[in-house]
């Protein structure tokens, strides 16, 4: 888990120097910080729609193209793949502003300089250490339960049993409640009163004091739900 | 003197003097933690005591500078013990004096009435702690009634001459029966005297306490307009920003005409491209942004030239349409005030390169999210989830930009987060959707 894998990172971008100007920029990026990264290049945004298949993390990708724009192939892109960080490469910024619709919350203007692009590509790269993939042992009745992450949307605690609330169903088992939020309150878990501990990313709205967990009303305690507002703040404002 | 009635033991006065200080430290924001805190305080009571005590032989032309000396010594535990100027600590000390001066008064004459030649020392003991644990805990429900909004009192000096002149009169009204001088206002009786002196402190803590509430009431109001008066800055910088914006649109669409006739009259290739590149070029300044929401747009469009005079980049990726169920006014305090303090963060920072400003409003489930981060170099200094600025100057302004922001989100169930990651400042909102008004 502690060592990263390589990053895969696409430029697409018709312009030759600034595809070599990126290129250059991402090789001093991983001198710099001793990170590995895969890079491809495509020359128009149809290269890249066409047999895409999620194999990449972060899309570099420029607005205005000949054949096919950078928005239209996102908007391709984005059927397929919700996960990949695509950040736009423009010179115009009323492009760029819809970005929300294909999901890319950043883009760089050229003429671009290292530290902008540096400090943004840093951005991206944590998102995507974020979004690998955890896996939790859940000790429940008869056995051990092999558990993502992602997949619990929330845990209820009944006297000395704790419930797991996941997308594969309800498990039961043992244990105390503040055991397992040490070890998930490094992911996007927070206690919404004393007996559950929710997943944010599951967190569909907020209704009556109570945060609605896929349809279920999960009472938050006067006391932390100011706490867990901003938890939830923090977490959409970290992710996307 | 005809009817001889003992003094106030030197301990008890000390213990109520210590018990008045007490009462504000708990009240107030305290400047350690708490076992330091409970440390400092006994300290500052065996210190009161000792020298109550030490002091209580001595004559009597002494008496008032040894007085003097004790208030001196609560407002140093005040200041030691609360966050806040010397102004603060005098304020309170002041006010504990007055207040401690009318329980020793008050238990010792109900001591010397019910108990008085009964002299076991449970019995002084009981009558020491029920009739200070009576009174001070009715002091201290009168005193957390008025809401104080940080827990500081920012004293100001007309403020604290006030509390002075009371203090003075008190002392001197009350204990000049004590002096043996015939005056217009004294009683030799002693019992007659002690009555005299606890009224009058009486009414010295009425006045403190009368004027303390008054105060917060001032404070709180003034705080409010301030509010508003943020709030109201940026709806107006909004409606003049919406003209000039209007203006400079039209002027781009005359320009553009112009370029089309221009082109219709001659066609020799090379003017062509320059007409191209020309208005390519236009483009650039045509510094409008289309989010969706025309507030949103205006305010973008005003705070971009500002960015562009000063060298900053933003960048932003807003759907406007999001916040389509909110009021023109919060808009404007939200996006106004987040976007100003970036840019004045911004402007401290020398190389060009580095000024950089990203701005995103994007929905997650049923949430609209207001992100806005900007590259700082140095650490946030937190208190009470508002950034320390090092602007002193505007002390009375200090932090209402953001508090602006968490008073408008607030009416909208929202919450607001500020952070620092790595070298950018952080200020998040979030908003729920189903708590548009209708």
């Known amino acids: 888990m502690g060592e990263c894998a390589v990053i895969q990172i696409a430029i697409v971008e018709d312009e030759e120097l600034y ?96 530290f902008a692009f540096s400090e943004r590509l840093g951005r991206a790269i944590e998102k995507v250490k974020r979004r690998e993939q955890q896996n939790l042992l859940v000790n429940i009745r008869g056995g051990i339960l092999r558990i993502a992450v992602s997949d619990i949307f929330y845990v209820e605690s009944q006297g000395h049993t704790l419930v797991y609330h996941t997308a594969s169903g309800v498990f039961e088992g043992s244990g105390a409640m503040k055991e397992v939020e040490e070890k998930l309150g490094k992911y996007s878990f927070f206690r919404g009163n004393k007996g559950y501990l929710i997943n944010l990313a599951h967190v569909d709205g907020l209704q009556d004091g109570c945060a609605i967990v896929r349809g279920e009303k999960l009472g938050l305690s006067r006391s932390r739900k100011n706490q867990f507002m901003e938890a939830l703040t923090n977490y959409w404002s970290e992710v996307k | 003197m005809v009817n001889e ?95 401690a001066e009318f329980a020793a008064a008050v238990q010792w004459q109900c001591y010397c009435y019910y108990y008085y030649g009964n002299t076991s020392l449970l019995r002084k ?32 000096p007309g403020e604290l001459a006030a509390v002075i002149l009371i203090a003075m009169s008190v002392f001197a009204i009350s204990n000049i029966n004590f002096l043996p001088v015939q005056t217009l206002l004294t009683s030799t009786d002693g019992p007659a005297a002690a009555s005299i002196r606890t009224i009058t402190d009486f009414g010295g803590v009425a006045m403190v306490y009368a004027y303390f509430v008054q105060r917060c009431e001032i404070r709180a109001r003034r705080e409010l307009d301030v509010m508003q008066s943020v709030l109201q800055n940026q709806y107006l910088q909004y409606q003049q920003s919406k003209e000039s914006i209007a203006l400079i649109n039209y002027k781009y669409h005359d320009l553009k005409h112009q370029i089309a006739v221009l082109r219709a009259e001659d066609d020799p290739q090379k003017r062509r491209e320059f007409l191209d590149q020309m208005e390519d070029e236009i483009r650039q300044y045509e510094m409008q942004n289309k989010t969706g929401n025309k507030v949103v747009d205006t305010i973008l469009t005003s705070k971009s030239v500002i960015c562009e005079k000063a060298g900053i980049t933003m960048n932003c990726v807003a759907d406007g349409s999001l916040l389509d169920f909110m009021d023109t006014m919060d808009i404007c305090s939200i996006l106004g005030n987040a976007l100003d303090n970036a840019i004045e963060c911004e402007k401290k920072i020398e190389d060009s390169e580095k000024r950089l400003i990203h701005m995103a409003i994007f929905s997650q489930k049923n949430f609209v999210i207001l992100r806005f981060e900007n590259y700082f170099e140095g650490t946030l200094d937190m208190q009470d989830g508002i950034p320390v600025t090092t602007k002193s100057k505007k002390k009375e302004f200090h932090g209402f930009g953001i508090r602006s922001i968490r008073y408008t989100v607030n009416k909208y169930e929202g919450a607001v987060s500020i952070t620092q990651r790595d070298n950018w400042f952080e200020l998040k909102v979030l908003i729920p959707r189903n708590t548009a008004k209708d």
């Open chain 1, 19 to 114: 595809a070599n100007q990126l290129k250059g920029f991402l090789h001093q990026y991983e001198t710099e910080k001793g990170i590995n990264f895969e890079i491809s290049y495509f020359s128009d945004g149809d290269g890249i729609v066409y047999n895409y298949r999620s194999q990449y993390d972060i899309i570099l990708m420029d607005v205005q193209m000949k054949f096919m724009d950078g928005m239209s192939a996102a908007e391709e892109i984005r059927k397929v793949d919700s996960q990949v960080i695509i950040i736009f490469i423009t010179n115009m910024r009323q492009y760029a502003i819809r970005g929300y619709a294909v999901e890319a919350l950043d883009y760089v203007v050229k003429p671009i300089t290292y």
């Open chain 2, 125 to 156: 003991c009981w009558a020491l702690l029920w009739i200070y644990g009576l009174i001070y805990g009715v002091f201290w429900k009168l005193w957390t009634l008025p809401k104080l909004s940080d827990r500081m009192l920012h004293v100001r």
């Open chain 2, 5 to 99: 009635l003992p003094d106030i033991p030197r301990l008890y006065t000390a213990i109520a003097e210590w018990a008045g200080c007490m009462m504000f430290i708990i009240l107030l924001k305290p400047r350690y933690k708490v076992w330091k805190m409970a440390g400092i305080s006994v300290i500052a009571l065996i210190l009161q005591a000792l020298f109550l005590i030490l002091t209580g032989e001595l004559p009597l032309q002494m008496w008032v500078p040894c007085m003097m000396t004790a208030i001196g010594m609560m407002v140093l535990f005040l200041r030691i013990s609360i966050v806040g100027s010397w102004s603060d600590a005098v304020y309170c000390g002041l006010q504990a004096f007055i207040i």
